[in-house]
């Protein structure tokens, strides 16, 4: 059983930065890849952005890509997604999500990841 717990988030006025986290434990991190998922108010959960057990390759939503990278540290079995550029229709709960390297999933839908975090808010507005 894997636990994930997601930080970072807040309120950033648009154009700006922030980066999440997500720290994972009660298994072996290396052995999942990680997703990044969003849900904005009266919205259904959407992808964000994944990465692959390794690193060695990483997904995103075409909303996202150039703005926001996700990268991992196996060391520190935690996951990252840097945001930049922060628009208003970023807003939203974040969650990432871990699924089992092993199970050869896609990455980019929500009922493809095992395990979830408690989500952190971002809010991009002035």
């Known amino acids: 059983q894997v636990q994930l717990v997601e930080s970072g988030g807040g309120l950033v006025q648009p154009g700006g930065s922030l980066r999440l986290s997500c720290a994972a434990s009660?298994?072996?991190?290396?052995?999942?890849?990680m997703g990044w998922f969003r849900q904005a108010p009266g919205k259904e959960r959407e992808f964000v952005a994944a990465?692959?057990?390794?690193?060695?390759?990483?997904y995103y939503a075409d909303s996202v890509k150039g703005r926001f990278t996700i990268s991992r540290d196996n060391a520190k079995n935690t996951v990252y997604l840097q945001m930049n550029s922060l628009k208003p229709e970023d807003t939203a709960v974040y969650y990432c999500a871990a699924t089992p390297m092993g199970a050869r999933r896609i990455l980019t839908l929500v009922y493809n990841y095992d395990y979830w975090g408690q989500g952190t808010r971002v809010t991009a507005s002035s």
């Open positions: 009660g298994g072996t991190f290396s052995s999942y890849n």
């Open positions: 990465i692959t057990w390794n690193g060695g390759s990483t």
